[in-house]
């Protein structure tokens, strides 16, 4: 099957957002063994989106639309699809209620530009939206197959997953399977030079490896007959991988540091207590974004300034004053002091510069400490980030979080 | 002056990268005002990328490329310029030259294919690269104009920068200039018919809505003679806006909540504490992300388990029996405790349920009760959010912010 994506947005043309939908689209297809040759990007203006369906649906058989679905005068996907196919736009009762419901739920008023919501081109099916209220399409007429998804990316990604992905799958001959495996403690180039040769024989299962923010992903890609072929290809290379590079490997496709470390926690029936610096709330906040992270985590103290430290997790104002607030000894003390006063297995201290200012020539931004203190266990780290405030908070949670997962694995490779 | 980008690399049609240099480009081109309809994504293809090429050219009188530059058989996008202009390609031999030292300076080989990165339309210049080896093109004939440059960004920008946008400002006509306000308290819908009449009758400036998570956006675009027209035209229609919407209208371009919370803060020389049950850090998180905010934050505590509630905030354990631990009176007596314990000026309770587990038919998933308490002001809201874990938190946070925004209002709209 061949496929193109147009993204409507004036917004995008206008460079307001960068078109990570196009992206994650495109990745989806090439996963499902779909060719795709041509992307398009077009504004909210009904010529050009006319032109642009009308050109992609004589190249190929499947077209793929992101945004315009939204209530405004502005949103014109459906109604330029319709046109462009010759359909006209019906009234779906069930997308109807589940937006009334929506507005319903969220006590504001429903106003009269939201039942265009509920309309989709004759003889298509509705693709309920679980995060907001504009449905999504997908409609077919005389082989051609359209799908029109929304903009927001919040709202796409699980449409896409939910509803348009089985049927493609269904459609497309042979199926593509692929797990993401995702790395902490190395370079993506050396990682590179130590699985090159994998990386370079590899056809099928394919391997290749993805940068990204604070960690590095390898994705393994199998096509084949049947779903169990193509899963056990890619276990086959998975388990060269884990052989070669160990607890590197932190996780796989969605799997986070976070998740992995409340999942070791719950399995070993323990608690967290952090007192966080310069990461401000956000190791808590990553932490609790994990459902059920109640189970294991009791509570999180952001001290920010130095009264804080001393009131909330009762360090010595004459250490603060002897060592700095920003110090190996004051990270230990944090970790120490919230370990003790909740009575949790673990404790975890933070303390850093994060920028833009506060920095010196000894302790430039970026110098971060941070200790865990559990049982039989004390460590105490240094770092060095490079980047803004928000990467260099980022970075920090990653390295203490990584810390945290290597002292809980059954085999401790950081003793 | 009207424009085309055209993005060359199968990287972007697998999805392995997000093309964040058409956002750059269409950024770029609307603040030269240079209108911009359509964008283009085809792969390392000779074909596809000429006929892109082609209908591109026959649209608009420039097209800018982005990728395709490199020594190796896949880079294709000078050679196919050239083919579709009808030049030849001939050496530069200042582009060999900056190559050659290049390969020096790094003590790599230099391979034969590197070569081939020296070549140009003929009547064309060369662009140098800084970052890089692959120079960029501009080349002109019969009035069409292309320019190309390298696909990594860091090559593309800087060279942009230097070589293309002081020759694109030499020939627009005009400016445009643009500036988005951020709306919290309304959604898109009431927005829409409330401003109904600005929305239809704009047209210069234009006045666009943006969804987004958690709030709403208006763009106002101006195209101008000078920049001081543009501007003009933007402050003329962003006060009809402001008189229209008031406060609802808390700030512009890149300002987050947090931010305008923090300055607020800062301005009255007062001081913050927050302590946070469901959001799990979230706030004091986003707070922490405002370079300067250890000026007014003093401290965040997350009272997940309900001992901590008591241990940290000093809520009597009779309350939260009584009342149950998502409650106003729980949110209250958290905003009161961690500003009396604190000394702050200002206090900040959060209680809820974020999901997916723990919600019963009294108390679903998604309620939310906060508190603000400060200077002769307490306040106590209930909210039910929709959503996700992550969105429930998010949203939460958002309600907070504006809340305590529009209470350190200089005139009070929830007073």
Redesign the interface.
């Known amino acids: 099957m061949r496929a193109e994506i147009i993204s409507v947005g004036?917004?995008?043309?206008?460079?307001?957002?960068?078109?990570?939908n196009?992206?994650?689209?495109?990745?989806?297809?090439?996963a499902l063994g779909i060719e795709?040759?041509?992307?398009?990007?077009?504004?909210?203006?009904a010529q050009?989106l006319k032109q642009?369906i009308t050109e992609a649906l004589a190249r190929v058989d499947l077209v793929l639309t992101s945004g315009g679905l939204?209530?405004?005068?502005?949103d014109l996907t459906k109604e330029t699809v319709a046109e462009v196919l010759g359909l006209s736009l019906v009234l779906d009762r069930p997308s109807l209620e589940a937006i009334e419901s929506?507005f319903a739920?969220?006590?504001?008023?429903?106003?009269?530009?939201?039942y265009k919501q509920a309309l989709i081109p004759e003889g298509g099916a509705a693709l309920p939206n679980r995060?907001g209220t504009a449905p999504g399409v997908s409609v077919r007429k005389g082989g051609k197959w359209v799908v029109c998804l929304p903009?927001?990316p919040?709202e796409l990604i699980p449409m896409f997953r939910e509803y348009v992905r089985p049927q493609l799958e269904a459609e497309s001959r042979g199926v593509i399977r692929s797990r993401v495996l995702r790395l902490y403690g190395m370079g993506e180039s050396t990682l590179v030079q130590e699985i090159a040769d994998l990386l370079s024989k590899q056809t099928n299962p394919a391997l290749?490896p993805?940068a990204s923010e604070g960690e590095v992903r390898l994705r393994i890609t199998a096509s084949a007959e049947t779903v169990a072929e193509a899963e056990a290809a890619i276990i086959g290379l998975e388990r060269k991988l884990r052989a070669r590079l160990g607890h590197t490997i932190y996780g796989v496709d969605d799997e986070t540091l976070e998740a992995v470390v409340v999942g070791f926690l719950k399995q070993r029936g323990e608690t967290l207590a952090v007192a966080?610096s310069c990461?401000?709330?956000?190791?808590?906040?990553r932490?609790?974004?994990v459902?059920?992270?109640?189970a294991v985590?009791?509570?999180?103290?952001?001290?920010?300034?130095n009264?804080?430290k001393e009131?909330?997790l009762g360090i010595p104002a004459a250490v603060i004053e002897r060592a700095g607030a920003v110090s190996p000894e004051v990270a230990t003390l944090m970790a120490q002091g919230v370990r003790d006063?909740?009575g949790s297995d673990w404790g975890i201290g933070i303390t850093g510069i994060?920028?833009?200012?506060?920095g010196t020539a000894e302790k430039p931004v970026g110098l971060v400490y941070f200790a865990l203190v559990g049982p039989g266990v004390s460590l105490v780290r240094e770092a060095r980030f490079t980047g803004d405030?928000?990467q260099i908070?980022r970075r920090t949670t990653q390295a203490v979080l990584d810390l945290f997962r290597r002292t809980l694995l059954p085999v401790n490779p950081e003793s």
Do not use: C, W
């Open positions: 004036t917004e995008l043309l206008l460079g307001e957002i960068v078109d990570t196009a992206a994650f689209l495109s990745e989806e297809l090439a795709l040759y041509h992307r398009t990007t077009v504004g909210d203006n050009r642009a939204g209530p405004t005068a502005d929506y739920k969220t006590g504001r008023p429903m106003t009269e530009n939201n995060k903009g927001p919040q290749a993805l966080e990461t401000g709330g956000l190791l808590a906040n932490i609790t974004d459902p059920g992270a109640s985590f009791d509570r999180g103290v952001v001290a920010y300034s009264r804080s009131e909330l006063r909740t994060a920028g833009p200012g506060g405030r928000q908070k």
